[in-house]
């Protein structure tokens, strides 16, 4: 059974920095291109970044050049580097596993910009 737990969220101040961890379990990690999501109030859910099992990377335009997603396949995990955070970056992010046209979703966590 497929479980990705996210870690890592919280309240930052605008400008700041958080790191967002996804450990995956029930999963041959190595095979699956991960990714981030988010969802905002009132908002649909949209990407913010993906990396595939060779490591291709692929980012929202709202958040390249300040967010970095990299993959540790020995320990199961994904993150999401996120640095000079604003305002409208605040939403639940979930991390997802994709292979094939199967997906799965972590519970996500709030990461919540404001000063």
């Known amino acids: 059974q497929v479980q990705l737990v996210e870690s890592g969220g919280g309240l930052v101040q605008p400008g700041g920095s958080l790191r967002l961890s996804c450990a995956a379990s029930?999963?041959?990690?190595?095979?699956?291109?991960m990714g981030w999501y988010r969802q905002a109030p009132g908002k649909q859910r949209e990407l913010v970044a993906t990396?595939?099992?060779?490591?291709?990377?692929n980012y929202a335009d709202s958040v390249k050049g300040r967010f970095t997603i990299s993959r540790d396949n020995a320990k199961k995990t994904v993150y999401l580097q996120m640095n000079s955070l604003k305002p409208e970056d605040t939403a639940v992010y979930y991390c997802n596993a994709g292979i094939g046209t199967t997906q799965s979703w972590g519970q996500g966590t709030q990461v919540t910009v404001s000063s």
């Open positions: 029930g999963i041959i990690f190595s095979f699956y291109t």
């Open positions: 990396i595939t099992r060779g490591g291709t990377t």
